[in-house]
């Protein structure tokens, strides 16, 4: 079965400054993993995927994630924080060989942009 | 492109009641999949259909099922409400399958039961 561990259930940075969410994966199998972005009161958008091409994946509004295999990671980040950036991020993984799970998402982690 | 629409986006229910929630894929995506969000247990995955059969299933009680129907559109149920039921429901859609494919939200259905 697989797993994702987001560390940190809040981070918070000053407007500007770097984002950096923690997000580690446990799976049998090359996984397909992703980054989801929820706003109040709002569905789950996509910011960016990895699914085993390049392991530098750029997303939208400026995201970035690195896929290291060694550290079974998947970190999300941000150069420099923007106040809409505010929001609940969450990791999730999937078995592209066809697991019965769906998606498998992490905790999340809520994202507070001092100003 | 229309987006993901659920309906409806708000409903207030009674133990023991059932309740019917309803799902409008993207245009032309096949696959639909369920998932339960609370504050205690995060997103979990209730179940996906693909061309009107369930293809997986998450680790969710018999009370809730769910269908699609020819037009992709799909419906979840739950039956015998319970307190803990109350949740925001999601739907997703996807082109071909949960697992390898980007799935795109809907904004939910959030339920309440009482």
């Known amino acids: 079965a697989q797993s994702v561990t987001q560390l940190g259930s809040h981070v918070s940075v000053s407007e500007g400054a770097l984002v950096l969410l923690r997000c580690n994966y446990s799976s049998s199998v090359p996984p397909y993993l992703f980054w989801y972005v929820q706003y109040p009161n709002q569905g789950l958008q996509l910011l960016l995927k990895?699914?085993?091409?390049?392991?530098l994946v750029k997303g939208i509004n400026g995201f970035e994630a690195e896929f290291k295999k060694s550290e079974t990671s998947f970190h999300l980040t941000k150069p420099s924080a923007h106040m809409s950036d505010a929001a609940e991020y969450f990791c999730a993984v999937s078995d592209p060989g066809g697991g019965a799970d769906g998606l498998t998402f992490g905790k999340g982690t809520h994202l507070i942009i001092q100003p | 492109k229309a987006g993901v629409t659920q309906t409806p986006r708000y409903l207030i229910k009674t133990r023991g009641q059932q309740v019917t929630l309803s799902c409008s894929p993207i245009?032309?995506?096949?696959?639909v999949s369920w998932y339960q969000q609370t504050p205690g247990q995060g997103l979990q995955f209730l179940f996906e259909y693909f061309s009107e059969t369930q293809r997986n299933k998450g680790n969710f009680p018999g009370r809730f099922s769910g269908r699609q129907f020819s037009n992709s559109r799909s419906e979840m149920n739950v039956s015998t409400l319970e307190l803990g039921d109350s949740a925001l429901y999601l739907c997703?859609?996807?082109?071909?399958?949960?697992?390898?494919?980007?799935?795109?939200f809907g904004p939910g259905t959030r339920l309440t039961v009482t």
């Open positions: 245009s032309g995506h096949r696959s």
């Open positions: 997703a859609s996807s082109l071909q399958g949960a697992e390898t494919y980007e799935q795109y």
């Open positions: 990895y699914t085993s091409a390049a392991t």
